[in-house]
């Protein structure tokens, strides 16, 4: 016959048992648990730095791609510029040419407008200067073309603080 300290030991064992089932069941649940978490945490981390690679990737190719200067503007120095030119051995000699101004910039071209008369004033001037077989040629006539934007930088640069030219172009040139 089974005592009753039997007893209470068969039921002591068996509820330690049944403890020992519930505790046992939770731990596969928590390491499951644990198991998609990790997961979880690898696919954002592998998500988060795919994005950062693409986006630098991105920033690179945006920096190799060639950068388009602004649109050019010009001002046209109107009317064309008529002057004698010296050294003239077979009568008097006349030089007419027709100049644009070059920017690329929108407030430059605003200060150009506004000091169009100063440089007609000092192109004249320079033009006048010159000798007949001295713009004969290609090699003279980019010379005086230099020279000329030289002139209009120099003069921007005490008017306004920039050269705001970039290239003074001759639209049309006659000798006579």
Request: glycine share 6%; net charge positive; hydrophobic share 45%.
């Amino acid at each position: 016959m089974a005592t009753a300290a039997d007893k209470n030991s068969r039921a002591t064992a068996q509820k330690g048992a049944a403890h020992a089932t519930k505790a046992g069941s939770k731990l596969p649940l928590i390491i499951s648990a644990v198991a998609v978490l990790a997961a979880a945490g690898a696919g954002g981390g592998w998500y988060w730095s795919s994005r950062q690679a693409s986006a630098a990737e991105q920033a690179a190719a945006e920096a190799r791609k060639p950068k388009l200067p602004a649109p050019a503007q010009y001002l046209a120095l109107e009317p064309p510029f008529v002057v004698n030119l010296t050294g003239a051995n077979a009568g008097p000699q006349y030089l007419q040419v027709e100049i644009q101004l070059m920017t690329r910039d929108p407030a430059a071209l605003a200060q150009l407008e506004r000091h169009a008369p100063a440089i007609r004033a000092r192109l004249l001037m320079l033009l006048a200067q010159q000798d007949a077989q001295g713009i004969a040629d290609r090699t003279g006539k980019e010379k005086l073309q230099a020279l000329a934007l030289a002139e209009v930088r120099k003069l921007m640069r005490a008017e306004t603080g920039s050269p705001s030219v970039e290239e003074l172009l001759f639209t049309s040139f006659v000798t006579q």
